[in-house]
């Protein structure tokens, strides 16, 4: 009986010693072992034998975020053997950096890594989680004190480059790798708020301004070449009608010619009797009582009663 129990005792120390040496490691997670103190071995993901005695997984401080009912973040930190080798996110908390024209502006950011090598991670760095924060939070002052406050406000881009570049190179001998950075919120102060504002709608009135002013120019174009454009076809109507009248009258001329060949009189003398004869109607629309007569114009107007009678005659 006394084997048995000593065989039994073994048997249940032995089943015990095998479960706490039985290690499962999930898949994109690592276990760092170590033997008497000392590093021994990286376990990957899969079933792993260690010795329960002088094997142990070493531990490391870890964050996590979570949220309660009211949607408020609360940040748990706590020590932990498996080290998480997925892409995580931090959001780090607000807070005041001071841009080159001494403005102070609340910044928010978001900065994802992955660990690259574990062992670094565990051995090159005391609190992963805390030193990636306070280097953001300096590295974001350092960038943000050298810029002016429109350049921050419009260069997100660029900041985000330069802080994932200066994180990278920092990181690196951490075995982590910053794959990107990301600036959330940008909160000026409320009177640089109101100032922006105004600037904003006094921008914009300025440009509905020269909009305005560039239409009324454009409208005074058009007139002016539609006026112009008038002019000339106003012209070149006058000047068509008056060709039209002095091919007619010169038509006229002819005929009359070809009539007072026969009786021997002038016909410049008859033409310049009927301008008289029309200047007289004209004064007599007028209203005016009194005419004064030249000399020469009797004889003009003798010489076309005279023309006259011999039209009639004929």
């Known amino acids: ?41 990286t376990l990957n993901n899969g079933l792993h034998i260690i010795w329960p005695i002088i094997d142990r997984p070493r531990q490391m401080l870890w964050r996590y975020v979570k949220t309660d009912v009211s949607g408020k973040n609360y940040i748990i930190q706590k020590n932990q053997t498996r080290i998480d080798l997925r892409e995580i996110v931090y959001d780090f908390p607000r807070q005041d950096v001071i841009t080159r024209d001494n403005v102070t502006i609340e910044i928010n950011a978001l900065l ?37 406050l429109d350049k921050t406000l419009s260069s997100r881009d660029i900041i985000n480059s330069r ?63 539609g006026d112009k454009n008038a002019q000339v076809t106003r012209s070149e ?10 091919e007619a009258e010169a038509k006229a001329i002819q005929k009359v010619a070809e009539s007072l ?31 004064v007569l030249p000399y020469e114009s009797s004889a003009l107007l003798g010489s076309v009663k005279t023309i006259g009678n011999l039209f009639n005659k004929s």
Not at 170 to 196: F, H, L, Y
Not at 198 to 220: F, T, W, Y
Not at 273 to 281: N, R, T
């Open 163 to 225: 802080l994932r570049d200066i994180l990278d190179d920092a990181t690196d001998k951490w075995g982590v790798k910053i794959n990107r950075v990301e600036i959330q919120d940008i909160n000026p102060p409320v009177e640089i708020k109101s100032a922006m504002e105004k600037q904003m709608r006094a921008e914009r009135d300025k440009r509905a301004k020269i909009l305005e002013a560039e239409g009324q120019k454009m409208s005074q174009i058009l007139v002016a070449e």
């Open 1 to 41: 009986m006394g084997t048995l129990f000593i065989v039994f005792i073994l048997a249940v120390f032995l089943i015990v010693l095998i479960s706490k040496g039985l290690i499962i490691v999930r898949q994109a997670e690592t276990i760092i072992i170590e033997r008497l103190g000392s590093y021994h071995r």
């Open 112 to 148: 994802y890594f992955q660990i690259t090598d574990p062992y670094k991670v565990v051995y090159e760095i005391n609190n992963l989680p805390n030193a990636i924060e306070k280097l953001t939070q300096t590295t974001l002052r350092n960038v943000i004190g050298e810029l002016e």
């Open 261 to 291: 060949k026969a009786t021997g009189s002038d016909p410049a003398q008859y033409l310049i009797a009927l301008k008289y004869i029309k200047a007289f109607e004209n004064l007599v629309k007028n209203g005016d009582k009194t005419v």
């Open 237 to 246: 109507g006058e000047a068509q009608a008056r060709l039209i009248v002095a």
